[in-house]
C-alpha cells in the first residue's frame, strides 16, 4: 500500500516537469532578456524550488488537516498564477507594440520580471500531489517527510532538466528574428501559459 503511493508520486514528480506551463515560460523570457546560460539555470532552480516548496507547505496541511483545506485552496492556486502569468505576458506584448526595438533596462530585470515568475510559481504547487499527502498522513508523519523530500528533489530535477533541454532548442533559432519578435513571442508563451494554469 504504501510502496505503490510511493511510486505512483515518483511518476507523478516526474512527469510534472514536462508541463510546459512549468519551464516555458522560463526558456522565453530567459531568450528574450539575453540571460547567459548560467543565470537561466539559476533562475530555473529558484523557480522550481519555490513550486516544489509550496506543495510540500501544503501537503503537510492537507496531511493533518484533511483533504478539506486542499480542497478550498484549489480556486487560489490556479487564479492567482494564472492572472499573474497573463498580466506579465499582456505586458510583455505591449511593451513590444510601444517600443521600436523591445529591450529594458539592466536593473528592471530582476525585480519585474524574476520575482513575478516566482511568484507564480509558488502560488501554483502540483495539486494532484496532495492526495498523497493525505493518504499517508494516516500511516505517520516519516511517510509524509519521505514523500515530501522524493517530490521535491524529483520535481526540482525534472524542471531543471526540462529547461536546460529547451534551452538547447532555442540556441538554434535565427537570433535577429527572435531579437525582431521577441516581446511579442514572450507574451504570448506567458499569456498562454497563464491560461494553462487556469483551465489546465
Known sequence: ???SQIGAAIVISLLHGLIPSHWLPLVAIGKNMHWSRQK???TTLFAAVAH???TVIIG???AFLGKYLGEKLEWFTHIIPALILGLLGIWFIYRHYTHHHFHLHAHHKDNDIILPVLLAMFLSPCLEIEG???SLGVFGFQWVLLLSV???VLTVISMYFWVFVAVKGVAKINSHKW???SGMITGV???ISGVLFLFG
Request: charged share 10%.
Open 179 to 181: 531579437e525582431h519578435n
Open 60 to 62: 503537510f496541511a492537507v
Open 189 to 191: 508563451v506567458l499569456v
Open 150 to 152: 522524493v517530490y521535491f
Open 40 to 42: 537561466l539555470m539559476r
Open 132 to 134: 498523497y499527502f493525505f
Open 1 to 3: 500500500m504504501i510502496s
Open 52 to 54: 516544489a516548496l509550496s
